[in-house]
């Protein structure tokens, strides 16, 4: 039996859940079924704006968390993929240190409207 599929967008319009769903300063895993494939996604939360990028680490390919939501270094203030030490500025996905310097996360466009966080 193969994997499910694994696609790196969503349609617009989904509804993701509340703002609140996300502490501020942290981060958040997403995986949506899209009829046979699985997205998988995270945001985080900057104030009342969330950044969101697809699950991915440019240099491995590997989902960057290892643990469940734990995508940001214990100071809050980058994205830190946890199998090789890459870290990434959370507004525009850049790579700015480890092994990926010059690459970026690939964004999963999302906004905030109404208070409820929706894919773009």
């Known amino acids: 039996m193969n994997a499910p599929a694994r696609i790196h967008k969503t349609p617009a319009g989904v509804t993701l859940g509340p703002l609140d769903l996300i502490a501020e300063g942290a981060a958040r895993n997403f995986v949506l079924q899209i009829g046979e494939a699985y997205f998988h996604g ?50 525009t996905g850049a790579c700015v240190g480890g092994p990926c310097v010059g690459a970026r996360l690939t964004p999963w466009p999302l906004e905030v409207r109404g208070g409820m966080i929706v894919t773009a």
């Open 42 to 91: 995270f945001a985080v939360r900057l104030g009342e704006e969330v950044r969101g990028y697809v699950d991915r680490c440019p240099h491995a390919g590997l989902p960057l968390a290892q643990t469940l939501d734990e995508y940001l270094t214990p100071s809050g203030d980058l994205i830190a993929c946890s199998w090789h030490g890459a870290l990434f500025d959370p507004e």
